[in-house]
Structure formats: C-alpha cells, structure tokens
DNA sequence: CACGCCGTGCCGCGTCACGGCACGGAAGGA
DNA sequence: TCCTTCCGTGCCGTGACGCGGCACGGCGTG
C-alpha cells in the first residue's frame, strides 16, 4: 500500500509546512506533482485537510488530526489529570504527563504553574530517556543497553556506568530527578507509573526553573511525586 | 485512492477503540479482514500504529498523530497563549482558544481554572456556532444563513430572527455571551480575533460553571475578553 | 513577448490492492 | 477429550486503479 505511505507522508509535511501548495510539496518529497495532487484530493476528500483562507491552492490540516489525536492514551490521562491537578495544588508548580515510546518519552499531558517564569513544552514533545527526570524514570525499570548517550548539557550524565547506578539509586528513593542535564536551567523529579506486569507505562513528574528547586524543596517534590505515581499504578490494576 | 481512505478509517477506527484487533475493526467498519489487516500493516509500517502493551495483535495509535495534531494553527497559538495567562491570571478562571471549522468552533488550546468546580472540555471538541459563546463571536463576523439551530438547552436561540439580533448585539459590544445555551450549567464569553480582512480566525473565551457568573462579572468578563481578542487581533496584522 | 513556475487534467501501462478462502491455534462448552 | 467457534494470518487470481510522464492555460517577471 505505497499510496497510503505517500498519502500520509503528505500529511505529515501539509502539516509541518502549512500552508503550503502542491508543488513545493512534491519538491520536498521527491515525488511527482501529480502523485502529490492525488493525495490531496483524497485527504482533502477524506477530511483531514482543507484549503488555507481562501487561497485554493494552498492545502492545511484540519482538527480531524486533533480530534483523533486526542483519543490517544485515553484511560490513561483520564485516570492522571485528577492526580496530576492535585500535584499542581500542592506544589504551584508545572506537572508532566510522559508515555515511553522508542528511544524517547513523548508529553501527553501537562499543567501549568501559575508563575510567571514557567516551563513551557509543547504537547508530543519528545525527550531523551537518559536526560529528563521521566525518561530515567522510566529507564529504571526497563531493561535496556544502555550506549548512545549524547550530551546537552554540561551534567548529562553520558558514561553507561555512571547511568546504571544513578537507575538504581531511581529505584531505591521512587523517583528521578534530573539537573539540568538536558536544559541547565530545567530541573525536575518525575516518578513511574507501572502496569500490572510491572513495565513502565508513563511517568509524572513536576518541572521547575533551576532556580526553584533547591535540595530540601527537591526531596518533598520527589515525596510527592512518588505517592502521587504510586497512586496511579495501584488504579491501573 | 480509495485504500487511503480505508486506512484513515482504521487509524481513525483505532484512535477510538483502541487497544483493538483486526476482528472487530472489520466488522465494525464494514470491510474485510484481509483489508483491514494490510492497512494496519501499512499503518504499522509507516509508524502511526504499533501493538498495544506486549499483545502483538491489539493495536493503538502512536504519538505520531500528537506530534503532527500539535503543529496545527501554531503561530496562532503561539501568540495567543500569553493574552490567554493574562486573562486566567486576572479573573482565575478557564481560557479557551477555538477555531470556526465548518459549522461548528473547535477548540485547540486552554488553560484551566485553580478552582475545584471547572469547565474541562477536551482539545478537538466541536461546540456549535449558534449555541455557545465562541460560536456566536464568530458567528457575528459572518455572513452566512441562520437555519438548522438545533435546542440543546431551554435557553439555545432556535429563531434565526432573534439570533440575527443577538449577534448584531455581539458586534455592538465585541463580545458575545452564553446562558447556558449548550449545557445550562455553563456560562461564557467570548470575542473574536479577525484576520487582516476582517474574517474571523479564532475566537477566545472565558467559560465558568453558571454559579459563577452573575451579571456584573459577565460584564467585567466581557470587557476583559474584547480587549485580549482585539490585542490579538491587531498582532496578526 | 518569452520564459519559468504554478496548479490542473488526461491517459496508457502495468502494478498492486481486493477479498474470498483456507489454515493453525486458542478458548470455551458439552 | 472432542467439537465448535472465533481469532489472526497468509495465499492468490482477477481486474480495478494508482502511477507518472506530459500537455495545457494562467500568472508574474525580466
């Protein structure tokens, strides 16, 4: 089915581009125009784009993409933001909603802080699970090779040695945390949520300037975060 | 291409009952189970599925539709966000941003109230334009027939006469207002952000449980969401 | 006026999607 | 234990339809 591959890689670049018209989607794509202009048609037949204000010619996703999108990980975050909201109260800081997926951990839900210097991400955003409090979160309870570990920052931690104990040290006190070691001036603790087969199904966390999180504030954070966790993986049994 | 229809229908199909099997997507969509199973492959394949939680043959979506949903509008959004905190921080209540998509506003960003009694209304949803608070700001900047007004409350306008003073009233003041016209517990207003050619391109709201507005606030509320969708507004100039 | 680029539409070729069918396995009931 | 049912998977002959080169008209530019 090497239409549909084609169809949603149009998709996917109508999306990143938009708007944007056939031809410079073909030239992007390597594709013919007239492969390029079927697939529209048939997108645009099927719902999920639309021309851009007016102009024809120009193509842009509509919120059929949201709207699928959102069903995503429903249960889930459902069973989360309660939790998550109660996080918020308790802290006034940012809280994080992660899932695990490839080499990554992808944000699905978030709550922000009320104060003015905040960390802002954007949802499907993805972070490395070497470098952010919910990927080694997650790390910790995954069994995996632990190589290809780039640096961002000056504290990422890229020796496999020096990971695996600091897994460890995850697994011992509940939750990660994580300074600065993708952005040095982010820090976090985060904390896993298992499923009934003990693998990581998500991770929840609280995020803060640098600034904000000195070592007492950082314990009573990663307290909170790890009941806060332990809470959902007891409602997913 | 009528295979890429049938494999958004699966994507789609998935996104809403996921975790799901190739058995029960064919009979639900009508289609053949060899059908289905190519598509799922394709999709597979092509990233925006994988198998769900150890069992190799349930299926569900991967954040490959958060990632390419969460580009949608984004320089709209982008400029919104800020006049949005402004307008959380200032009456401690829940911001929405919507779109007019078709007949209908959908939403695509908010930020939520402190408060234990809130509004939460999922990204994606589609309210309709006669009954809801963004729907009439837009509805208001709109030249377009006023027939089909289905009553959801005792409240919803269901005469095109009385709705077609309503938004003359809504283009007198710059906002329009909600009593309960779509749930009757929830009240809201809202003004539209316009394009350059005076089009409307989005609309913002402020939405409270009903208890929580009574006609002085309405008025602050409005006063407040009229000047936040004007300051955008003018920055899309 | 010529040129380049745009989006659109046509059409013959040949590929590949269609869908009926069979198979092996798991689950469950008699 | 055997039988039935439903599951997911894979095969294969047929023919529909997607492929992509090409031409056309429109538009802005040199």
């Given at each position: 089915m090497q239409n549909v591959v084609t169809a949603l890689r149009v998709l996917e670049e109508v999306s990143a581009r938009q708007p944007v018209g056939v031809g410079e989607?073909?030239?992007?794509?390597?594709?013919?125009?007239?492969?390029?202009?079927?697939?529209?048609?048939?997108?645009?037949?099927?719902?999920?784009?639309?021309p851009a204000g007016g102009e024809v010619t120009r193509w842009q996703v509509t919120s059929k993409l949201l709207q699928v999108a959102r069903r995503t990980e429903l249960g889930l975050r459902d069973a989360a933001v309660p939790v998550m909201e109660e996080l918020r109260q308790q802290t006034g800081e940012t809280v994080h909603l992660m899932v695990p997926e490839g080499?990554?951990?992808?944000?699905?839900?978030?709550?922000?802080?009320?104060?003015?210097?905040?960390?802002?991400?954007?949802?499907?955003?993805?972070?490395?699970?070497?470098?952010?409090a919910n990927g080694k979160a997650v790390l910790a309870h995954l069994d995996r090779p632990l190589d290809e570990l780039p640096a961002y920052t000056g504290t990422t931690i890229v020796d496999g040695e020096a990971l695996r104990a600091e897994l460890a040290a995850v697994r011992a006190r509940g939750y990660a945390d994580n300074r600065g070691e993708w952005r040095s001036d982010i820090a976090a603790v985060a904390s896993a949520i298992l499923g009934a087969d003990g693998s990581p199904v998500a991770s929840i966390s609280i995020s803060t300037p640098a600034s904000r999180m000195p070592d007492d504030l950082r314990a009573a954070y990663g307290a909170l975060v790890?009941?806060?966790?332990r809470t959902l993986t007891g409602s997913l049994g």
């Open positions: 989607l073909a030239r992007e794509l390597g594709l013919p125009k007239s492969t390029v202009q079927r697939s529209l048609r048939t997108l645009h037949d099927a719902g999920w784009i639309r080499e990554a951990v992808v944000l699905i839900e978030r709550l922000e802080t009320d104060k003015p210097l905040r960390i802002v991400l954007p949802l499907g955003i993805r972070l490395p699970l070497h470098a952010s790890t009941r806060a966790a």
